[in-house]
């Protein structure tokens, strides 16, 4: 929260509001590929620039790689 205080007698708050991010979903064929942005359908109210992390990966079965190369996002998906 951020409170800005004039040489008047009126206080300002203005408070961030949460971003809203909605679910993904890709479908591949075997030994196909994919790009895509996952931020394209996230949006912030207040314009703040959204950025996101993995948090948890499956552990067994498939595995999940994030790649960063300057303002693209790489993702690489295997079955294993």
């Known amino acids: 929260m951020l409170k800005i ?3 008047g007698c009126e206080t300002h708050t203005y408070q961030n509001r949460a971003p809203v991010a909605v679910d993904d979903a890709i479908t591949l064929n075997e030994d ?3 790009r895509f942005n996952p931020l394209f359908n996230d949006t912030d ?5 959204l ?3 993995v948090l948890s990966h499956p552990l067994t079965h498939n595995y ?3 790649k ?3 303002n ?3 993702f690489a ?4």
Do not use: H, L, P
């Open 5 to 7: 205080y004039s040489q």
């Open 32 to 34: 196909n590929t994919a």
């Open 45 to 49: 109210a207040d314009g703040d620039n």
């Open 51 to 53: 950025i996101f992390r």
């Open 64 to 66: 999940f790689v994030y």
């Open 68 to 70: 960063k190369q300057g």
């Open 72 to 74: 693209t996002e790489r």
């Open 77 to 80: 998906v295997t079955d294993c």
